[in-house]
């Protein structure tokens, strides 16, 4: 069964950046996706960032050109480094994966592989 533990969150002004990491049990790289999420207080949780398992990597253009999501194998880990904070960034976030492609998730049609775990939470101040 695999199971994501994230960390690195934390209060930073705008324009600030984090790391976030989320270490995976188990073998979740196998899988089509592994994506970044986000849920801000009253909205739904929306994935972010994703990395397949060919390596390849999508952003929605909320995070585009600020975000960069990366992945290391021999750890089981995956990284979002989050550049040029805003106040809108503001969310708990979470890690998983799931066995469609990036752009089908985007569209709703999702199969997440794991339960979500406690997330990290991102707290970006004016």
């Known amino acids: 069964q695999v199971q994501f533990v994230e960390s690195g969150g934390g209060l930073v002004q705008a324009g600030g950046s984090l790391r976030l990491s989320c270490a995976a049990s188990?073998?979740?790289?196998?899988?089509?996706?592994i994506g970044w999420y986000r849920q801000a207080p009253g909205k739904q949780r929306e994935l972010v960032a994703g990395?397949?398992?060919?390596?390849?990597?999508n952003y929605v253009d909320s995070v585009k050109g600020r975000f960069t999501i990366s992945r290391d194998n021999a750890k089981n880990t995956v990284y979002l480094q989050m550049n040029s904070l805003i106040p809108a960034d503001t969310a708990v976030y979470y890690c998983?994966?799931?066995?469609?492609?990036?752009?089908?998730?985007?569209?709703?049609?999702?199969?997440?592989?794991?339960?979500w775990g406690q997330g990290t939470q991102v707290t970006v101040s004016s």
């Open positions: 998983n994966a799931d066995r469609f492609p990036f752009a089908a998730v985007i569209r709703g049609r999702t199969s997440l592989i794991a339960s």
């Open positions: 188990g073998s979740p790289f196998s899988f089509n996706t």
């Open positions: 990395i397949s398992n060919s390596g390849g990597t």
